[in-house]
């Protein structure tokens, strides 16, 4: 885990602005308290087929579905109902802030010439944080991350072509709501989904890709005939290999971007579930 952070207390401010005789601030009172926590884990395995990775929890605290196939494979999947939840445990120098009923969102970020990354935002119910001495911790179900670049990283396609891939980012987009009702247990909920991305690759010839009609074609219908594939796999070893899979994917409007004097094509998508639901993307490891 990196780039950890935590709001401790992130509340509705609620001002009582009673009319007075003299001038001044009004006291102010704080409604719905909860805790965000946001983190970043590598996008590696956990280095054994069949195994999860230490995260695999964040991920079914984000709306996902965990199958397991022994020796095999690990693979995330959209729900709709019945969602996960995680408690957080955030130690600093000795002063715990334990966040309960947490749930997420998160956005995969992978550039050429960096380390993939899965970046997660949670929001819990607030604890009184309390002192406790500092965990001792064990690092298991975390293979060693590999940079995303050529020969780490392939099987690259988008709308059934294979280009040359620069960056694709992946956000899930779930709808997070803190519930706080008289009478009822306090609560996160999840209420929507919607994942989207940005692919940014080498710009190509119109008799090689065109996907400035592909985008045309796919405004305003995104049915089966319109809607194509997006899938990445990044890693080379058994245990530490992640496939990013779609076959739904709705490309928005397409614009160009220069890097190194290289013209680049900025490719927004949204990736869409068929009728029958929660099969927009899969997450696999192998």
């Given at each position: 885990m990196r780039d950890l952070n935590i709001t401790p207390l992130q509340s509705d401010v609620v001002?009582?602005?009673?009319?007075?005789?003299?001038?001044?601030?009004?006291?102010?009172?704080?409604?719905?308290?909860?805790?965000?926590?946001?983190?970043?884990?590598?996008?590696?395995?956990?280095?054994?087929?069949?195994?999860?990775?230490?995260?695999?929890k964040a991920l079914l605290a984000c709306g996902?579905?965990?199958?397991?196939?022994?020796?095999?494979?690990v693979t995330y999947a959209p729900v709709s109902s019945s969602f996960g939840s995680v408690t957080i445990h955030y130690n600093i120098d000795g002063v715990r802030h334990k966040v309960t009923g947490c749930r997420g969102t998160f956005t995969i970020n992978a550039n050429v010439g960096?380390?993939?990354?899965?970046?997660?935002?949670?929001t819990g119910i607030y604890n009184t944080p309390d002192d406790s001495a500092l965990p001792s911790v064990t690092y298991s179900n975390q293979a060693t991350p590999l940079v995303f670049k050529?020969?780490?990283?392939?099987?690259?396609?988008?709308?059934?072509?294979?280009?040359?891939?620069?960056?694709?980012?992946?956000?899930?987009?779930?709808?997070?709501?803190?519930?706080?009702?008289?009478?009822?247990?306090k609560e996160v909920l999840l209420t929507?989904?919607?994942?989207?991305?940005?692919?940014?690759?080498?710009?190509?010839?119109?008799?090689?890709?065109?996907?400035?009609?592909a985008a045309l074609t796919d405004q305003g219908l995104a049915d089966e005939a319109t809607l194509g594939n997006l899938t990445f796999q990044h890693g080379t070893t058994a245990g530490n290999i992640i496939d990013f899979i779609s076959t739904r994917i709705d490309i928005g409007d397409v614009s160009y971007s220069d890097q190194d004097g290289v013209a680049m094509?900025?490719?927004?998508?949204?990736?869409?579930?068929?009728?029958?639901?929660n099969n927009e993307f899969s997450l696999v490891y192998t």
């Amino acid at each position: 885990m990196r780039d950890l952070n935590i709001t401790p207390l992130q509340s509705d401010v609620v001002s009582r602005d009673l009319i007075r005789p003299y001038l001044g601030a009004s006291e102010q009172l704080l409604a719905n308290t909860r805790v965000e926590c946001t983190f970043s884990v590598e996008l590696a395995g956990s280095g054994t087929a069949g195994t999860a990775p230490q995260y695999g929890k964040a991920l079914l605290a984000c709306g996902l579905s965990e199958t397991v196939s022994a020796g095999v494979s690990v693979t995330y999947a959209p729900v709709s109902s019945s969602f996960g939840s995680v408690t957080i445990h955030y130690n600093i120098d000795g002063v715990r802030h334990k966040v309960t009923g947490c749930r997420g969102t998160f956005t995969i970020n992978a550039n050429v010439g960096e380390i993939p990354t899965i970046d997660f935002t949670f929001t819990g119910i607030y604890n009184t944080p309390d002192d406790s001495a500092l965990p001792s911790v064990t690092y298991s179900n975390q293979a060693t991350p590999l940079v995303f670049k050529e020969g780490n990283t392939g099987t690259f396609e988008l709308l059934s072509y294979s280009g040359c891939l620069q960056s694709v980012t992946f956000d899930i987009g779930n709808t997070l709501v803190y519930r706080e009702l008289i009478g009822c247990t306090k609560e996160v909920l999840l209420t929507d989904r919607s994942a989207n991305g940005t692919v940014v690759m080498e710009a190509v010839t119109m008799a090689e890709k065109n996907y400035f009609t592909a985008a045309l074609t796919d405004q305003g219908l995104a049915d089966e005939a319109t809607l194509g594939n997006l899938t990445f796999q990044h890693g080379t070893t058994a245990g530490n290999i992640i496939d990013f899979i779609s076959t739904r994917i709705d490309i928005g409007d397409v614009s160009y971007s220069d890097q190194d004097g290289v013209a680049m094509l900025n490719i927004p998508y949204t990736a869409i579930p068929s009728t029958a639901g929660n099969n927009e993307f899969s997450l696999v490891y192998t």
